[in-house]
């Protein structure tokens, strides 16, 4: 491999992985902690390489990435997306060093660590979202992790037998691309309300404040008085990621809502209120299934209003992180030479001249940090209050 540094090593691949996570993310899938995986091969690709410490800084690199760029590190999404990564990095870690390649290879690996990543998630959905219901979704959801997890492996094998960059041959920066004009350019889309409002929210707020706001205020909403006072804060979470001019599909936020209340109605109790076919609605599983719909769609709402691309961290993991996300936009930029017929040799032009330019131009850019701005406090203090006074003010609501 071309660069020298250890850590700049760890951030390319944490920045593939975040690159594998948003082409992941736009792939429709029927629950938000479902994942075909693909964000895991970095993690395949370096089970081999490093030791256990920086193994396991790769993957808090990924799961921290992911929770920054998918907008849900307040949300439980991100609680699974710790616990799939970490129990999947533990199991393939200690396989890796207790059997050699000659008793398991990559298939293996990438299939254990998906079906113990699933059965982790699984645990977790239970007891936070879905209830007993999910013993409906655990078959499927098992026979795809063990699907993905082979084909996973297979993708990860022919990568490392075929791959100059990951057998660290540096000839293939050699030749120039064969059509540079093709490769996709950013463009300015003038009139775009969306994204006027996006500059004005990221220019006013600094990313650390948002964090720190969106904290409290994930810790105002799980205290929230009642039901009521939880819908009304879902309403200011929606408002608020209106400001910030961010790009979400809030209809997939509102079916994965959806998808929670009918999960939670399919194990009834308390005080029946009507049948509709063989299905009791009743009113325990009924307000339960909307709790937890409400909190689910809050946190995703919050965390995507709340957290910016350009966060920075504290300390060695800050700087890994800054680094990947810095080459992730490298990784935007080149992903043209990623064509059909052509994919290992695309994925290696694309690593090598990620690592090249980011060695380069890592000498002289610096973080910019926004000076501190009193007004844009105050304004995130006052959005605070306002989110305190709707979780424990008094809502009245008639009684049937």
Known sequence: MLMQSPGKKLALLGSLCLFLSAIEYIIPKPLPFMRIGLANLPLLIAVGIYGFKDFFLLAFLKVLGQGIIGGTFFSYIFLFSVAGTFSSAMVMYALQNLFTKKYIGFIGLGCAGAMVSNIVQLLLARYLIFGDALRYLMPPFLASGFVTGVALGIACDYFCRHSKWYAGDASILQPKPENPEALPKETIQKGNFRLKRNRLWNDFFSSGSLFFSGLVMALVFLF???????????????????????????????????????????????????????????????????????????LILLSRACINIDLRLPGKIGFLLG????????????????????????????????????EAVGKHEEHKKKKLNYISLIVLGIIITAAAFLAFIPIYTPKF
């Not at 200011?236 to 079916?255: D, E, P, V």
């Open 224 to 298: 929230a008085r009642t039901l009521e006072n939880r819908i009304v804060l879902f309403l200011f979470f929606l408002l608020l990621f209106w400001f910030s001019g961010k790009k979400f599909n809030l209809l997939i936020t509102l079916s994965i809502m959806s998808l929670t209340v009918i999960f939670n109605l399919l194990v009834p109790y308390g005080r029946l209120l009507f049948v509709i076919g063989p299905l009791r609605i009743t009113e325990g599983s009924l307000f339960a299934g909307i709790e937890k719909a409400l909190t689910l769609g809050s």
């Open 323 to 358: 680094e990947s996300f810095r080459m992730l936009e490298i990784f935007r930029q080149k992903k043209g030479y990623i064509r059909r017929g052509k994919i290992i040799a695309g994925i290696d032009r694309v690593l090598s001249e990620v690592e090249a330019e980011a």
